[in-house]
């Protein structure tokens, strides 16, 4: 695989760099052996592979991890990296004792270029309702805790990454009808929990539940500057829905704003998990009509407000992010060709 240059795009050959001053394409989650001739090398990793089988579905998949390394690699494709792994467990942990997490994360820290930027899922610990945990979604005690996040994980990770550190995903979970909290009754919890946090304008809140994405909720991100995530997700309205509720409007005080494209409407996790593994080829059944449409759209409005806009594709929203990655910056490209011709005539 050839050494691309800096900033080097070429989305055919999967260099993503340099797409545009305000839009950034990157993945959710790297080190997919999936990923072997698109992102990594063919012979670089050989023997230091490792195989890991997961349960999904009452089915045992099998599917091959690169080493922590790789994600050298990784940025001379992409510039920008969400890292889940840190959702589920903090990097501190209460007697501020380093976690598996914080080596983990430290390891990355290590391989990263003065231009690569991470962006962190908060340990859901914080901000699950209801997380699951031994096949149960049993009530949060740690829920909101502010005390938490600010010293198990904010602190450590500033530390860790420094300018490296793009920002923070506060990721929710659905909530069923029959445990579902009013919008004014989040907003509430949402204005103590961000008043309570250490002053950073790289908060990034992800809701799950439709009825959640209103003014109340939206009023509480405005004040406190905090980033509405965006997400391509089973049970939310699509992408253009979601930016017409927002009314066209931003709130994150460092001036970015995620998308995350995560799975097809209507589609479980593990059911959209068990259609894309082993991760290597585009499903095409799997691709929503509109999504690449409607993510270029949501991007065009961001960019116009200045924003700076991080898309982050995950494997099962159509199987192999690099090549949904592909459509999108070829979407991306065609789009601003036709308004440049648009404005000259």
């Known amino acids: 695989m050839d050494e ?20 950034f394409l990157g993945t959710a989650s790297d080190r997919y052996g999936g990923w072997i001739g698109q992102i990594y090398s063919e012979d670089r990793y050989r023997g230091r592979i490792e195989r890991r089988s997961r349960r999904i579905g009452g089915e045992i998949l099998v599917s091959e991890v690169l080493p922590v390394a790789s994600v050298r690699e990784y940025f001379r494709h992409f510039p920008v990296l969400e890292l889940d792994f840190t959702f589920y467990g903090p990097l501190l942990d209460r007697t501020g004792q380093p976690t598996k997490t914080h080596q983990t994360l430290a390891a990355y820290a290590r391989y990263l270029g003065a231009d690569d930027r991470v962006w962190l899922k908060a340990p859901q610990a914080v901000f699950a309702r209801r997380p699951w945990r031994g096949g149960r979604y049993p009530d949060n005690p740690d829920y909101l805790d502010a005390e938490l996040f600010s010293r198990g994980f904010h602190a450590p990770a500033v530390e860790l990454l420094g300018p490296a550190l793009q920002g923070f995903i506060f990721e929710q979970e659905y909530q069923k009808a029959a445990e579902r909290v009013a919008a004014s009754r989040m907003a509430d919890d949402l204005a103590e929990f961000f ?25 509480v991100l405005a004040r406190h500057r905090v980033g509405l995530v965006f997400s391509h997700w089973t049970w939310l309205p699509s992408l253009r829905r979601q930016l017409h509720r927002t009314g066209g409007r931003f709130w994150s005080g460092a001036g970015d704003t995620v998308v995350r494209l995560l799975t097809p409407p209507q589609m479980r996790y593990q059911d959209a998990f068990k259609m894309a593994h082993p991760f290597n080829r585009l499903r095409p059944d799997m691709l929503a009509p509109d999504l690449i449409a409607d993510t270029v ?27 949904l990655a592909r459509r999108l910056a070829a979407a991306w490209i065609a789009r601003q060709r036709e308004a440049e011709r648009a404005a000259h005539g």
């Not at 949501?298 to 199987?319: F, K, P, W």
């Open 297 to 323: 759209a949501l991007a065009e409005a961001a960019v116009a407000t200045g924003q700076r806009v991080h898309i982050m594709v995950n494997n099962r929203a159509a199987g192999n992010a690099p090549i």
């Open 195 to 219: 008043r309570r946090l250490p002053a950073d304008e790289r908060y990034h809140v992800e809701l799950r539940t439709e009825s959640l994405l209103a003014e109340p909720v939206f009023a």
């Open 4 to 23: 691309p240059q800096a900033d080097q795009l070429d989305p055919d050959r999967f260099y993503f760099r340099g797409l545009h001053p305000g839009v």
